[in-house]
């Protein structure tokens, strides 16, 4: 089943989300739009999908779940599956979505430092003081197992078991209480959109920031490429024709290299782009460009995906 799985996707996604957390608000980047294929990409090129028996106590809730989300108009205003309901004469959907879903909350009893009243009342109270009470924790514990199938050959394109737990602490006169069955619904809600995360494709934004090392430049090259920087948000198109002068000129920084192959990335010339991280990592001397083709390998299939889907392959 390790052909069905786009693993590059799943760490560009962990790669995004940590940049953008800690890319300084001033760092210079491109920004760009890509399609970027399912994690479960054979799943993908499914062109409809029903929701078959989800077993278990929470299945039925899971499975109506799974309807709502994959019937969600996407970007272009209309969903990616067609969700087919089953019937009595057969599958008519291309994929067949099983399943088992069961709950379960432990109860334990545990101490507490809780804040009472020690003087005045509970409405009035003109001193409070911590003491130690007993408390009920509820654990509440949520692993449904999900399977895809291909209708036409029975082949399983996707198995995936995810746990959720969650844990509630309720105390003597807590004015509120949160329950095991909010916990359970919103753990329902979560696992049909991990679902969709795994089997829908993207198309999205994203930003890249630029390299900035001037390292193993002169001081004039130094000055223009860092000329070159700081005019890239105005006019990209400008920076990637001085970036390309530039390697004409000395040829081979990894800096130079790497900011060509996000001009390629944006222009959406995928193999460009390839090429041009992996001189890059190659120049550098090191793995640290891995992403950048991992990246935009993964961006080409996603486009030829979508191509394919949009001429009704």
Known sequence: MGENIVRPIVGFTIIATA???????????????????????????????????IAGRDGTALALAIEQKLSRAGPDGRPYYAVIALSRRGPDADGIITGLADASVRETNVKRQVEVCAEGTDQKCTKKEKVEALCLQETVTFAPTLRIARVTDGQILYSETRTQTDTIVTCPKDKSKRTPRQSIDRMVRTAADRLADDIIPRHENYRIRLREERDGMDKAMAQRFRDSIKS????????????????????????????????????????????????????????AFA???????ALAVGRADAAARARGE
């Open 291 to 297: 992403e950048g083709v991992e990246r935009v390998r």
């Open 232 to 287: 890239s948000q105005r006019d990209p198109v400008a920076a990637c024709g001085e970036w390309a002068a530039m390697d004409g000129d000395r040829p081979g920084h990894p800096s130079l290299l790497f900011n060509l192959g996000l001009c390629a990335e944006r222009d959406g010339d995928y193999a460009g782009a390839e090429r041009l991280y992996a001189q890059a990592g190659q120049a550098a001397r090191g793995g």
């Open 19 to 53: 940049m953008a957390a800690s890319t300084p608000v001033e760092a210079e980047v491109f920004a760009m739009t890509g399609h970027f294929p399912a994690p479960y990409r054979a799943v993908s090129l499914l062109r409809s999908i029903g929701v078959d028996r």
